[in-house]
């Protein structure tokens, strides 16, 4: 038991102690515990301590703070735009608001002898001169509203007059702001200096004071001028002066590219008093409408557009010449890379005084010759002369036959191409490509010619005659309205003799003598129309007889008697030229389209299909339809004058062609224009001779047909009968929809001229009586396709031109006559 008792005292005393050393251990837990707790705390306290940045870093760090960073992105794009726009403006929009304005100028100083040593810029003489003249100038614009505006001027030359004095070549350049640009128009400018030597005239004289210096006012002439042309003389390859100080003598002026293009400005001056014949010998160059490749001669000695006396842009292989108002000129070379050259001279030439005391024959056969002014030479745009006649008594007057050119009353508008004054009737003359008579029914006229041309224009020569005034053709002959006189047997022959068809119209329908005695008619032979039942007007057409305009000719000279040969699948000429170069006018459709889609543009016109009209041409000015064109060759279009006829429009560079095209914006091809090509004798204010040539800069390939394909050139002789279906086609002037197509029938001249009067022999009428189809504006320059009987091919007969109006009754279409041009087409193209 004591034992028992001493093992429970002792199991009492174990468990004392267990539970003291229970709460030992709790407490030390406790404190471990807390210990560990401390230390994480202390590490992340040390770690912050450790990581938190001090200075540059703690402000990065600070910086790169999310809604920080946005922050400072966007200031820094906002200065970048601000320097950027800065730079903008310093280095590009203030240079374009603050532009400069060129002007090339010259005027007359009287009272002021020229002496030799102005003509060399590094004299004294010439500089002590110019200095007074920059002055007086600078001055008065100085003084002038626009005195803000203006920079500098700078004396170019000083040449002699004919009139006396020094004539004065300037330059004047203005920095203008483009909200002011009108203030420093050309016509302001030039103004200026005429206002203020017009309110010192006296007298009625010309000659006024410029600030004291005495200034003909109307030898002043100010032109703007490009930057180009102000820089032109120190930036170019080669300027030179030449001087011919002998009349007749010949000074040799030849350029000769060695390497590259070059860029020459050549100033001739000749000996006091004369005047300057330049003679182009050859001209190598590239046709591009003087784009790339050019010579421009000035009637001065600065680029003055006012003063341009020719402008050549194609090359020349036979001579010709031109001449000067005065005793200065300028010419000014551009060519490009290439074989090209230049060969000339020019000479020193005495004015010539034009006045001729002329007395005809009593024969009208027998003729004498007069000519215009410096004739072979160009025509200066002023000269004149006089010609003074006599026929051998008071029945007799003047008849003057003359070659290309023609005479008729003025009326409002100006005399571009001659003034004449006939016994104290005003005349205006013009180009024409055919012979014409002017008959004075007087027996003693004075007959006065004045150059009115603002450029050189072309010679012309007459031959003079006396005939009875009473019949002025013999009785076996009939009076044409251009004068000339042709045989009555001839008259309704259906060949233009007179050269306006006034033979020709107001005919009755020719019988067509089948069985008779009489021979048939020409219009009923070989036109490839059977017209007699017998066949006999279609028999012997091959034969070869003598040639005229409506019998087919040969490339070998000789001609038959078919009209129509050409292209017709049967070799009619014996040396098979009339079959040749036909791969033309062949079309093939290629798909349909709804010809209910969109509005008409030719008027009463129906959709096209594509490939239908392969040869049909969309002519875009500046990015937008503006004419129509027929496809020629692989690089030629044909199409109408009056499409180009204002100076901006003749320019080749704001051009393209869109071929194979059915809608506008789907071209299979699209070209630029490389060159422009008007008829020489275009009158803009009649039509007449309305026809245009473009070259295309990049051909149209092969693989593209059918869906581009040439039309066909008639031949002269060729004759549309009613058996050829005859079609117009264009877009219109809306761009957005198909290739309207519409059939037109084509009316004899006589009906033609019933509705619109005289018109040219060189145009022709189509449409309906009704008016419901006919070409419209936009469809210009498009072509009128005929086609040959039975299927044949199509041909270009005429080219849209004008009319009154669209689609309006008994008022037709008038085309250009396609085949009265072939000869000269051709002579292009070829």
Not at 650 to 670: C, E, F, I, K, N
Request: hydrophobic fraction near 35%.
């Amino acid at each position: 038991m004591g034992t028992e008792r001493e093992e429970n005292e002792q199991t009492s005393g174990d468990d004392d102690a267990s539970q003291q050393d229970a709460a030992s251990i709790a407490d030390v837990s406790v404190e471990v515990a807390t210990v560990d707790h401390t230390l994480h705390k202390l590490c992340r306290m040390y770690r912050k301590t450790r990581r938190k940045p001090k200075g540059l870093k703690r402000l990065w760090a600070h910086v790169l703070n999310t809604p920080h960073l946005a922050i400072i992105i966007t200031a820094v794009v906002f200065v970048v735009v601000v320097i950027m726009w800065s730079l903008l403006w310093v280095f590009i929009f203030r240079r374009e608001s603050n532009s400069g304005a060129y002007f090339a100028g010259m005027f007359r100083v009287a009272n002021v002898e020229f002496i030799p040593e102005y003509r060399q810029e590094e004299s004294h003489e010439f500089v002590s001169m110019a200095n007074k003249i920059q002055h007086v100038v600078s001055n008065v614009y100085k003084m002038s509203p626009v005195a803000r505006l203006y920079k500098q001027a700078v004396i170019s030359d000083l040449s002699n007059n004919n009139k006396g004095g020094v004539l004065v070549h300037f330059w004047m350049v203005f920095v203008v702001p483009r909200i002011k640009s009108p203030a420093v128009c050309e016509e302001c400018v030039g103004a200026i200096l005429r206002d203020s030597v017009h309110t010192s005239m006296k007298n009625r004289s010309s000659v006024g004071y410029l600030l004291g210096l005495p200034v003909d006012i109307d030898s002043i002439l100010v032109n703007a001028v490009q930057r180009s042309d102000f820089t032109s003389g120190a930036g170019s390859q080669c300027v030179d002066k030449l001087y011919a100080n002998l009349l007749g003598a010949r000074v040799p002026l030849n350029i000769f590219p060695s390497w590259g293009g070059v860029s020459c400005h050549v100033k001739l001056t000749a000996v006091p008093g004369s005047l300057i014949r330049l003679t182009v010998t050859s001209f190598l160059i590239e046709p591009s409408d003087c784009v790339s490749d050019a010579l421009t001669v000035y009637d001065a000695l600065l680029p003055m557009r006012g003063r341009i006396l020719h402008r050549l842009c194609e090359p020349v292989s036979s001579s010709f010449s031109l001449v000067s108002t005065s005793n200065v000129m300028l010419l000014t070379f551009r060519m490009t890379n290439g074989n090209k050259s230049f060969r000339g001279h020019f000479e020193a030439i005495a004015e010539e005084m034009c006045m001729s005391q002329i007395e005809t024959q009593l024969d009208p056969d027998v003729t004498g010759q007069l000519y215009s002014p410096f004739h072979p030479s160009l025509l200066p745009p002023r000269c004149s002369c006089t010609w003074r006649f006599e026929t051998p008594n008071s029945a007799l007057g003047v008849a003057l036959q003359f070659q290309n050119y023609v005479l008729k009353p003025k009326d409002t508008k100006s005399c571009d191409h001659g003034w004449w004054k006939v016994n104290e009737i005003i005349f205006c003359g013009s180009y024409v490509g055919h012979d014409t008579v002017f008959r004075i029914a007087d027996h003693s006229p004075e007959v006065e010619f004045r150059c009115s041309s603002r450029n050189s224009a072309q010679p012309f020569q007459a031959s003079h005659s006396s005939y009875n005034i009473s019949q002025p053709c013999p009785e076996s002959h009939f009076l044409c309205s251009t004068g000339l006189c042709v045989e009555k047997s001839r008259r309704c022959d259906g060949l233009d003799d007179c050269q306006d068809e006034s033979d020709e119209v107001f005919c009755s329908r020719p019988t067509k003598n089948c069985g008779g005695n009489s021979p048939l008619h020409p219009l009923f032979v070989c036109n490839g129309e059977t017209d007699c039942t017998n066949g006999i007007d279609e028999n012997n057409c091959t034969q070869e007889t003598t040639c005229s305009a409506i019998r087919y000719k040969c490339k070998s000279g000789s001609c038959i008697l078919k009209k129509n040969a050409k292209c017709d699948g049967v070799h009619d000429c014996q040396d098979g030229s009339d079959e040749a170069e036909c791969a033309c006018g062949r079309p093939s459709l290629v798909k349909k389209v709804d010809s209910s889609a969109g509005p008409e543009r030719v008027v009463g016109g129906d959709n096209s299909a594509e490939g239908e009209w392969p040869w049909q041409v969309s002519l875009h000015f500046s990015g937008n339809l503006y004419c129509g064109a027929s496809v020629l060759s692989s690089d030629w279009l044909i199409s109408a004058a009056h499409c180009f006829s204002k100076e901006r429009l003749s320019d080749p560079r704001y051009w393209s062609a869109h071929l194979g095209m059915l809608t506008q914006g789907s071209a299979r091809h699209v070209a630029d224009i490389q060159r422009i090509v008007v008829h020489e004798y275009y009158n803009a204010y009649t039509f007449d001779y309305d026809i245009a040539l473009l070259q295309l800069k990049k051909p149209w390939p092969p693989s593209l047909s059918p869906l581009v394909q040439p039309v066909c050139l008639p031949a002269p002789s060729h004759t549309v009968t009613d058996s050829h279906r005859c079609w117009v086609t264009g877009w219109g002037y809306r761009s957005e929809e198909v290739l309207q197509k519409a059939e037109v029938s084509l009316l004899s001249q006589t009906e033609c001229k019933k509705s619109y009067g005289p018109v040219s022999p060189r145009m022709l009428c189509a449409g309906v009586p009704s008016g419901e189809r006919d070409a419209c504006r936009g469809d210009s320059g498009g072509p009128l396709s005929c086609q040959a009987p039975g299927g044949g091919r199509w041909f270009l007969i005429g080219i849209v031109s004008w009319g009154a109006g669209c689609g309006r009754p008994n008022l037709p279409g008038v085309y250009t006559r396609v085949n009265k041009f072939t000869s000269w087409i051709y002579s292009h193209i070829s």
